[in-house]
């Protein structure tokens, strides 16, 4: 099946500091991914839509200029969490689709924990 | 307005008791419904979609466009069945996934 990687899984930063989250499918090309942010014990919340080649989308409320988006090539995408503060302390997810497949099933990466100090 | 609502938080039955995570959603077009599920310390993953009908690891569930439901079934409870469950609705071609608040069903021995 597809695969999408993550990585750092888990990363402590201070505060101000900016932290880059990678999101690779592995052996599929991904035009498309989507990144998550889940907070304990709540769902899923969308924050954007990264487009290769092109701008994220992103979801209302939240900022662009602090949740950077490069979706530069068909199977990475990275998320900047910048200046980062404790309030941004999550775990993030991404997920794509692999355009093989015509069955609307997306595969996630295994999130990324993300704790300011 | 494009919503899924799972309207329990929490499910806790006991092994070889019957499961139904319920799942209703709002969508004026014709909906595409996934369930998904996150297993303790793993990736979210695909339990089943509506269009395929299949049965995995026992679980059904049915497309009631009537009362716009798309609840989760199992006769009999497996341990192994604890987890997260997500209930998701495909809103538009770009694969964007609408997401239920999600359910955690523990299992009893």
């Known amino acids: 099946g597809a695969v999408v990687s993550q990585h750092p899984s888990w990363v402590i930063c201070k505060s101000g500091t900016s932290v880059k989250i990678e999101c690779r499918s592995l052996d599929f090309q991904a035009t498309t991914m989507f990144w998550y942010r889940q907070f304990p014990k709540q769902s899923l919340m969308l924050m954007a839509t990264s487009n290769e080649g092109s701008k994220a989308t992103y979801e209302q409320g939240v900022e662009k200029d602090k949740f950077l988006i490069n979706h530069a090539s068909l199977t990475l995408s990275t998320l900047t969490v910048t200046s980062a503060h404790p309030e941004d302390s999550s775990f993030y997810i991404c997920?794509?689709?692999?355009?093989?497949?015509?069955?609307?099933?997306?595969?996630f990466g295994e999130g990324s924990r993300l704790t300011v100090l | 307005a494009q919503r899924v609502t799972q309207p329990e938080k929490l499910l806790s039955v006991f092994k070889g008791a019957p499961v139904e995570l319920k799942c209703n959603y709002s969508?004026?077009?014709?909906?595409?419904l996934f369930w998904y599920v996150q297993y303790s310390r793993q990736r979210l993953q695909l339990l089943l979609r509506?269009?395929?009908?299949?049965s995995i690891k026992g679980f059904t569930a049915d497309l009631n466009k009537g009362e716009t439901s798309f609840h989760l079934k199992k006769p009999f409870a497996q341990e192994e069945d604890s987890a997260m469950y997500y209930c998701a609705l495909k809103a538009d071609s770009n694969y964007q996934l609408i997401w239920g608040a999600g359910t955690k069903l523990i299992i009893k021995p």
């Open positions: 509506h269009i395929s009908r299949e």
């Open positions: 969508y004026s077009g014709s909906p595409e």
């Open positions: 997920s794509a689709r692999d355009l093989r497949k015509n069955t609307g099933e997306l595969f």
